[in-house]
Each structure stands twice: as structure tokens, then as C-alpha cells.
């Protein structure tokens, strides 16, 4: 006989108990990144949101290094060597606060010092790393153009041989803390195909322009690079980066993040809504006691702890060492779409609250629509498993 009925009600945060299955160490992070997240970012990014920016960003780079999760899933040069899941927990924890803060932490770690970290010389990766790490140096990463985003192959970012040197001319868009960052990884195209190097942004012919008018990610902030005849020396280029595959493999790391991070987003948007209804009364009753409201409660639940097993797996085959890149393209799409969903309902149930900033839903909803565009659109996640499935490349 079954004893289903009598097992203790689940806890609609966690209704698969997902949690439950991590280890001490893994929850330790966990709960270390949830105790910052809302202690400090969460009582802030209302304002930094409103006001369009992260009004100190190189103390806010501080705090991340001092909390250590700058590059925690990359080994030594200062940097924590933690498993994936731990990295894709922390993840969870920030964009349960804003998808912005995320970013901040997946630009630095999972793009600018992975690519230093994968592709660098030992004295690149002494120089930066463990700076970045300690978040007293902060990195962006310029992979896309104006003209060339979902398909950076197409970049027109130049990089040519001038005696010993190389010179870089061309212009980068839409990059995480360009204007704010000391050293840029910059993909550009040479006669040996597409290569990466590292750009301390006070060289000559580097600048950057603040993105304004953003209705979306608004507490990050987003530049346009611009690399007007960059002279670097032949130190500057990464000597292990060759060909798109290069920073491709960067992407995989970042995106991984984000597949955690969305759940998080997802987790916020949920608990705000199943609080706000069951205050919230029209007709003589909380909102909480319509069955429409329910139905809308009921997939959200489904959607946070289906997002939620799809991350913890994919992390699990991730330390593994198991993890192909189209998993990951599985859970961008999968992870995002749910996360979208959660928070369209959750601010249809905050009724006219749910247009504010006093309540997290709409800055969640909106921020989620960057989140399913960088780091590969959803079109291109789904024509990547559509390749995986099929054997045939639709993307052309
Ligand atoms: P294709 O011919 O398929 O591939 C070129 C080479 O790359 C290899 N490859 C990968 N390697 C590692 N990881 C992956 N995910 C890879 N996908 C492909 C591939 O095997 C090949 O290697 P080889 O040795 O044969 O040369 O290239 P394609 O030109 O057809 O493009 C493929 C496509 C469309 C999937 C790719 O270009 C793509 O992913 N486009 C989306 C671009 C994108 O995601 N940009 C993100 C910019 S960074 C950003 O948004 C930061 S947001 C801030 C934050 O994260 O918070
Ligand atoms: P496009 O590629 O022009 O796509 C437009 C539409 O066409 C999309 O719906 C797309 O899915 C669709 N489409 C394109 N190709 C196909 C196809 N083959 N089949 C079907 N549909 C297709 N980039 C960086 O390098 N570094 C950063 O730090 C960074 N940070 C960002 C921060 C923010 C806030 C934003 C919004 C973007 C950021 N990006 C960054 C850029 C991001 O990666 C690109 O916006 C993204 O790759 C999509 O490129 P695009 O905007 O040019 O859209």
C-alpha cells in the first residue's frame, strides 16, 4: 500500500526537493551566496534598476571577489575551484535577486577570466587572474558587432600583423561593463582565422559608450567598444585561441550560469506571487482561493521545479565531465522559456502592484527578455538541438 498521502507536505520552494540532494559543501555555498544576495544586493537593485546603472560597480566587483565567486569554478590563480554545481548554485542565488547581478559574475568569471584561464599564457594568466578573481580588476568580453551578433563568425573586427605587433580596428556591441572594465577579451578576425586577446582598456584607440535608454537589465551596465588602430604586442593575443570554436567554448560556460540563473529568477517570481496571493482580497477572499489564480500557481510550481531538475542535472553531468554543449543549449532554452512564463504570470497575479518597482516581477520579466537573447537567442538554442536530433544545420 501506498504511503504517498501521509509523506510530509512538500515545501512549494522546493516541492522536488532538489535541494535535497546536495552536498554539505553545496549547500554551504548556496546558502553563503543566498545570505549576500539578500542581504546586500536585494535591498539595492530596486534603485540601481530605476536609475538605470550600478551606481558603484568597482565596490559592488569588490564585494563579489571578496565572497569569492569571480572564476570560483576555474582552478587556482586565486580562484576557488569549485564544482559546477556550486557555480551554477550561486548563480541560482544572484539572479533570484536580478538577472543583472548574474550577468556581472558570469561576464567576469565565465567569459573574460575563462577565456584568460583556457587560452592564456602563464604570464597572461598571472597578470589578470587572480586580480580579476580578488574582483579589484574588472573584465568584459566583446564577441559581438552591431552587424554580427547571432552569427559572430560574420565580425568584421579586424586584428593585422604590423612588424611585431598587432593593430585592431573595429567596433564591439552590446558588451557587459565595457565602459567600467580595465581589460577587455577581444575576438577579432585575422589571417589565421578568429583569435582572442586581451586589451587593457587604457590603451590608445580603445574606448568605450554607456548603452542608454535600456528598458531591460537595467541595473548592468552594457557599452559599445570602439578599437580605433589598437596597438597591442604579440603578449596581447591568447596563444591557445584559434578559430570561432575559441570563444564558442567560453559561451558554454556562461550559459551554463545562466541556465541556473533563470531558475532563480523563476524561484523569486513564484514565491512573490504565491505571498501576494494569499494577501491580496477581491470578491471577499484572498485571490490565493480562485481557481484561476490556482491554475496559474499550479504550472508555475511545475515550471520552477522542472527548471530546476534540468539545471541539477545538467550541473551533475557537468561535473561528470559529461556535459556536451547541446545540454546546455537544452537548458538555455528550456530554463529561459520557463522562467518567461513564471514571470508573466506572476505579474498578471500582482494585478496593477505588479507594474512597479515594489514588487520584483516585472523588473524580473523584463530583464528575462535579455536573458533569452544573449548568450544565443532562444531560435538559435532550438536550431542547435534541431541539428543535434536531426544531423542537419539549419542555421544557413
Ligand atoms: P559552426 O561552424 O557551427 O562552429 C564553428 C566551430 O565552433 C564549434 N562550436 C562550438 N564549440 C564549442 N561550443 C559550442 N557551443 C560550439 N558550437 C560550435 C564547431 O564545432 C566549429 O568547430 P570547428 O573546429 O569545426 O571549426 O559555426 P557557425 O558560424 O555555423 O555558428 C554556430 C552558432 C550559430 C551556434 C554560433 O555561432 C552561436 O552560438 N551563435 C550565438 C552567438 C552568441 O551566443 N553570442 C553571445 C555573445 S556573449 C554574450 O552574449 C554575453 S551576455 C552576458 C552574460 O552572459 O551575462
Ligand atoms: P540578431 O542575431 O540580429 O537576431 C535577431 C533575431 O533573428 C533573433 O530573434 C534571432 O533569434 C533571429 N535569428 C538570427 N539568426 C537566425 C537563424 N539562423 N534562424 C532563425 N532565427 C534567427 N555580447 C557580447 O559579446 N558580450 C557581452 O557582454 C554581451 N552582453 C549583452 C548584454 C545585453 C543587455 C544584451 C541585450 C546583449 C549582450 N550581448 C553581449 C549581445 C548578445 O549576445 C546578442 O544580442 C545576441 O547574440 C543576439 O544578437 P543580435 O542582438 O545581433 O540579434
Given at each position: 500500500?501506498s504511503?504517498?498521502?501521509?509523506?510530509?507536505?512538500p515545501?512549494?520552494?522546493d516541492?522536488?526537493?532538489?535541494d535535497?540532494?546536495l552536498?554539505?559543501?553545496?549547500?554551504?555555498?548556496?546558502?553563503?551566496v543566498?545570505?549576500?544576495?539578500?542581504g546586500?544586493?536585494?535591498?539595492?537593485v530596486?534603485?540601481?534598476?530605476?536609475?538605470g546603472?550600478i551606481?558603484?560597480?568597482?565596490?559592488?566587483?569588490?564585494?563579489?571577489?571578496?565572497?569569492?565567486?569571480?572564476?570560483?569554478?576555474?582552478?587556482?590563480?586565486?580562484?576557488?575551484?569549485?564544482?559546477?554545481?556550486?557555480?551554477?548554485?550561486?548563480?541560482?542565488?544572484?539572479?533570484a535577486?536580478d538577472?543583472?547581478?548574474?550577468?556581472?559574475?558570469?561576464?567576469?568569471?565565465?567569459?573574460?577570466?575563462?577565456?584568460?584561464?583556457?587560452?592564456?599564457?602563464e604570464e597572461?594568466?598571472?597578470?589578470?587572474?587572480?586580480?580579476?578573481?580578488?574582483?579589484?580588476?574588472?573584465?568584459?568580453?566583446?564577441?559581438?558587432?552591431?552587424?554580427?551578433?547571432?552569427?559572430?563568425?560574420?565580425?568584421?573586427?579586424r586584428?593585422?600583423?604590423?612588424?611585431?605587433?598587432?593593430?585592431?580596428d573595429?567596433?564591439?556591441?552590446?558588451?557587459?561593463?565595457?565602459?567600467?572594465?580595465?581589460?577587455a577579451?577581444?575576438?577579432?578576425?585575422?589571417e589565421?582565422?578568429?583569435?582572442g586577446?586581451?586589451?587593457?582598456?587604457?590603451?590608445?584607440?580603445?574606448?568605450?559608450?554607456?548603452?542608454?535608454?535600456?528598458?531591460?537589465?537595467?541595473?548592468?551596465?552594457?557599452?559599445?567598444?570602439?578599437l580605433?588602430?589598437?596597438?597591442?604586442?604579440?603578449?596581447?593575443?591568447?596563444p591557445?585561441?584559434?578559430?570561432?570554436?575559441s570563444?564558442?567554448s567560453?559561451?558554454n560556460?556562461?550559459r551554463?550560469?545562466?541556465?541556473?540563473?533563470?531558475?532563480?529568477?523563476?524561484?523569486?517570481?513564484?514565491?512573490?506571487?504565491?505571498?501576494?496571493?494569499a494577501?491580496?482580497?477581491?470578491?471577499?477572499r484572498?485571490?490565493?482561493?480562485?481557481?484561476?489564480t490556482?491554475?496559474k500557481?499550479?504550472d508555475?510550481?511545475?515550471?520552477?521545479?522542472?527548471?530546476?531538475?534540468?539545471?541539477?542535472?545538467?550541473?551533475r553531468?557537468?561535473?561528470?565531465?559529461?556535459?556536451h554543449?547541446?545540454?546546455?543549449?537544452?537548458?538555455?532554452?528550456?530554463?529561459?522559456?520557463?522562467?518567461?512564463?513564471?514571470?508573466?504570470?506572476?505579474?498578471?497575479?500582482?494585478?496593477?502592484n505588479?507594474?512597479?518597482?515594489?514588487?520584483?516581477?516585472?523588473?524580473?520579466?523584463?530583464?528575462?527578455?535579455?536573458?533569452a537573447?544573449?548568450?544565443?537567442?532562444a531560435?538559435?538554442?532550438a536550431?542547435?538541438?534541431?541539428?543535434?536530433?536531426?544531423?542537419?544545420s539549419?542555421?544557413?
Amino acid at each position: 500500500m501506498s504511503n504517498a498521502h501521509k509523506a510530509t507536505a512538500p515545501d512549494p520552494g522546493d516541492f522536488l526537493e532538489v535541494d535535497g540532494s546536495l552536498s554539505a559543501e553545496e549547500r554551504d555555498i548556496r546558502d553563503t551566496v543566498r545570505d549576500f544576495a539578500t542581504g546586500e544586493l536585494l535591498p539595492n537593485v530596486a534603485d540601481w534598476f530605476d536609475a538605470g546603472t550600478i551606481p558603484d560597480a568597482r565596490a559592488l566587483a569588490k564585494s563579489f571577489g571578496d565572497l569569492g565567486v569571480f572564476g570560483m569554478h576555474l582552478d587556482g590563480y586565486g580562484c576557488a575551484g569549485a564544482s559546477a554545481v556550486s557555480y551554477g548554485l550561486a548563480c541560482r542565488e544572484l539572479e533570484a535577486v536580478d538577472s543583472g547581478l548574474r550577468s556581472f559574475v558570469s561576464v567576469q568569471g565565465s567569459l573574460a577570466m575563462t577565456a584568460i584561464h583556457r587560452f592564456g599564457s602563464e604570464e597572461q594568466k598571472n597578470t589578470w587572474l587572480p586580480k580579476m578573481a580578488a574582483g579589484e580588476l574588472i573584465g568584459c568580453f566583446g564577441l559581438t558587432e552591431p552587424d554580427s551578433g547571432s552569427d559572430p563568425g560574420s565580425m568584421r573586427t579586424r586584428a593585422r600583423r604590423d612588424g611585431s605587433d598587432w593593430v585592431l580596428d573595429g567596433t564591439k556591441m552590446w558588451i557587459t561593463n565595457g565602459s567600467i572594465a580595465d581589460v577587455a577579451v577581444v575576438w577579432a578576425a585575422t589571417e589565421d582565422g578568429i583569435r582572442g586577446f586581451v586589451v587593457p582598456t587604457n590603451t590608445p584607440g580603445f574606448s568605450a559608450n554607456v548603452v542608454h535608454r535600456k528598458l531591460s537589465l537595467r541595473a548592468s551596465i552594457t557599452s559599445e567598444l570602439v578599437l580605433d588602430g589598437v596597438r597591442l604586442p604579440e603578449s596581447a593575443v591568447l596563444p591557445g585561441s584559434g578559430g570561432l570554436g575559441s570563444p564558442l567554448s567560453c559561451l558554454n560556460e556562461a550559459r551554463y550560469g545562466i541556465v541556473w540563473g533563470a531558475t532563480g529568477a523563476a524561484r523569486a517570481c513564484y514565491q512573490a506571487a504565491l505571498d501576494y496571493a494569499a494577501t491580496r482580497e477581491q470578491f471577499g477572499r484572498a485571490i490565493s482561493g480562485f481557481q484561476l489564480t490556482q491554475r496559474k500557481l499550479a504550472d508555475m510550481l511545475v515550471d520552477v521545479n522542472q527548471a530546476g531538475l534540468t539545471a541539477l542535472q545538467i550541473g551533475r553531468l557537468k561535473d561528470a565531465g559529461r556535459c556536451h554543449h547541446t545540454h546546455v543549449s537544452f537548458g538555455k532554452l528550456s530554463c529561459v522559456a520557463a522562467a518567461q512564463r513564471v514571470a508573466g504570470e506572476a505579474r498578471s497575479i500582482h494585478g496593477a502592484n505588479g507594474i512597479t518597482l515594489e514588487y520584483p516581477v516585472l523588473r524580473h520579466m523584463l530583464n528575462l527578455e535579455t536573458v533569452a537573447t544573449y548568450e544565443g537567442t532562444a531560435e538559435i538554442h532550438a536550431l542547435s538541438l534541431g541539428q543535434a536530433v536531426t544531423g542537419v544545420s539549419a542555421f544557413r
